[in-house]
Nanobody, 125 residues
Framework: VQLQASGGGLVQAGGSLRLSCVAS????????MGWFRQAPGKEREFVAG???????SYADSVKGRFTISRDNAKRMVYLQMNSLKPEDSAVYYC????????????????????WGQGTQVTVSS
């Protein structure tokens, strides 16, 4: 599967952005999807994930501010980001993995197999 992320940009602190990721292929519903981010000089970190059954998981740093969702018919996963902070600035990546994730949401980047190219999010103070 190929993933294409979009929706990044420059926004002021307190603002909102919605990231989108479209997947190729006909079996999108069988993939657990995740969003990760990587800031300069830092390791890539888990942001949010959604299982094939619709269960979600969030990093503590974004809980209550970010919402992940999926539209299987459109082969899309979204990350709605509200109340953005400068520390949310990073390149955001969507990722996918298939197999056994109906309820469980994978949170490790080594659990994901397919990765998109990343989209830059910059939050100014």
């Amino acid at each position: 599967v190929q993933l294409q992320a979009s929706g990044g940009g420059l926004v002021q602190a307190g603002g909102s952005l919605r990231l989108s990721c479209v997947a190729s292929g006909r079996t999108f519903s069988s993939y657990a999807m995740g969003w990760f981010r990587q800031a300069p000089g830092k390791e890539r970190e888990f942001v949010a994930g959604i299982s094939t059954g619709g269960w979600t998981s969030y990093a503590d740093s974004v809980k209550g501010r970010f919402t992940i969702s999926r539209d299987n018919a459109k082969r899309m996963v979204y990350l709605q980001m509200n109340s953005l902070k400068p520390e949310d600035s990073a390149v955001y990546y969507c990722a996918a993995v298939t197999g056994g994730y109906y309820i469980t949401v994978p949170r490790g980047d080594d659990q994901y197999v397919y990765w998109g190219q990343g989209t830059q999010v910059t939050v100014s103070s």
